[in-house]
T-cell receptor, first 114, second 115 residues
Framework: DSGVTQTPKHLITATGQRVTLRCSPR?????VYWYQQSLDQGLQFLIH???????AKGNILERFSAQQFPDLHSELNLSSLELGDSALYFC?????????????FGPGTRLTVL | AQKITQTQPGMFVQEKEAVTLDCTYD???????LFWYKQPSSGEMIFLIY??????QNATEGRYSLNFQKARKSANLVISASQLGDSAMYFC????????????FGTGTRLTIIP
């Protein structure tokens, strides 16, 4: 158990809908990263938050948004869903700069868009 | 930009044999970290081993060791005495600096251990 939790574990929804994925980092970790794993794109970085602020953005679609709350949990919002958004979404966390090398991954949320 | 190349899409290895999974990388960052993660069929990403670019010695963690050749830009994972539970996808990844940046992953190698 990495200490990172993600809910829900599975999500099935229809095209055009909106969903919210939730991530709670390890206790004390300030950084949260979101990754998308799909069959055609592999594992891709979406966005990084550090202590509530956005630090870096990857190939994140404009239909997707994220935030990190004062209690450090993070949410990834996916809207106007398309079939191609079906994927496994991971969040990962680690600690302060220079002290933590490893990113600890949550179990993932498997999103299926029908 | 950073890039990871894993050229072995799939490998079959006899149980108890050692196996080497290849990883080459490309980066212009003066310091960086290299990771290996294991993803079993259940889907979770399990950290295996880390190598910093300035580490003098190759990293080892139990049955896992990292054959780091900086001049060749390679960071191969060696699993000794393979077990059936080692069957999984294995991903090599790189991060600039000390780890508080995004991970860039390779395409992975699917390892199957044959009894």
């Amino acid at each position: 158990d990495s200490g990172v939790t993600q809910t829900p574990k599975h999500l099935i929804t229809a095209t055009g809908q909106r969903v919210t994925l939730r991530c709670s980092p390890r206790s004390g970790d300030l950084s949260v990263y979101w990754y998308q794993q799909s069959l055609d794109q592999g594992l891709q970085f979406l966005i990084h938050y550090y202590n509530g602020e956005e630090r870096a953005k990857g190939n994140i679609l404009e239909r997707f948004s994220a935030q990190q709350f004062p209690d450090l949990h993070s949410e990834l919002n996916l809207s106007s869903l398309e079939l191609g958004d079906s994927a496994l979404y991971f969040c990962a966390s680690n600690g302060d700069y220079g002290t933590d090398n490893e990113q600890f991954f949550g179990p993932g949320t498997r999103l299926t868009v029908l | 930009a950073q890039k990871i190349t894993q050229t072995q899409p799939g490998m079959f290895v006899q149980e108890k044999e050692a196996v080497t999974l290849d990883c080459t990388y490309d980066t212009s960052d003066p310091s960086y970290g290299l990771f290996w993660y294991k993803q079993p069929s259940s889907g979770e990403m399990i950290f295996l081993i880390y190598q910093g670019s300035y580490d003098q010695q190759n990293a080892t963690e139990g049955r896992y060791s990292l054959n780091f050749q900086k001049a060749r830009k390679s960071a191969n994972l060696v699993i000794s005495a393979s077990q059936l539970g080692d069957s999984a996808m294995y991903f090599c990844a790189i991060v600039p600096g000390f780890g508080n940046e995004k991970l860039t992953f390779g395409t992975g190698t699917r390892l199957t251990i044959i009894p």
